[in-house]
């Protein structure tokens, strides 16, 4: 098993900048990415940004550009660096780790983009 904790969302102007947290514990070895999904009201969910154990980094199209994700592996923590942020990034972001086929989701954190 592995546990998900997040923090870093608030609310925030447009153009704003918010950085979200994720600390993993438990069994974390062997993970294989680690990412952000989010959703918004009366949306499905939806991949924002994930890292591979590699390295490598893939990012939704409305998203490129302006967020950033980054992990401190010492810390086994994931971040999501959000700029210039706008309104329909609104939503609650959900941490996700995949391991092994089996993914684990944080309890969620809601960033709101408003003026």
């Known amino acids: 098993q592995v546990q998900l904790v997040e923090s870093g969302g608030g609310l925030v102007q447009p153009g704003g900048s918010l950085r979200l947290s994720c600390a993993a514990s438990?069994?974390?070895?062997?993970?294989?990415?680690m990412g952000w999904y989010r959703q918004a009201p009366e949306k499905r969910r939806e991949l924002v940004a994930v890292?591979?154990?590699?390295?490598?980094?893939d990012f939704a199209a409305s998203v490129k550009g302006r967020f950033t994700i980054f992990r401190d592996d010492a810390k086994s923590t994931v971040y999501l660096q959000m700029n210039s942020l706008k309104p329909e990034d609104t939503a609650v972001y959900y941490c996700n780790v995949q391991k092994r086929g089996f993914q684990f989701w944080g309890q969620g954190t809601q960033a709101t983009v408003s003026s």
């Open positions: 890292i591979t154990s590699g390295g490598s980094t």
């Open positions: 438990g069994s974390i070895v062997s993970i294989n990415a």
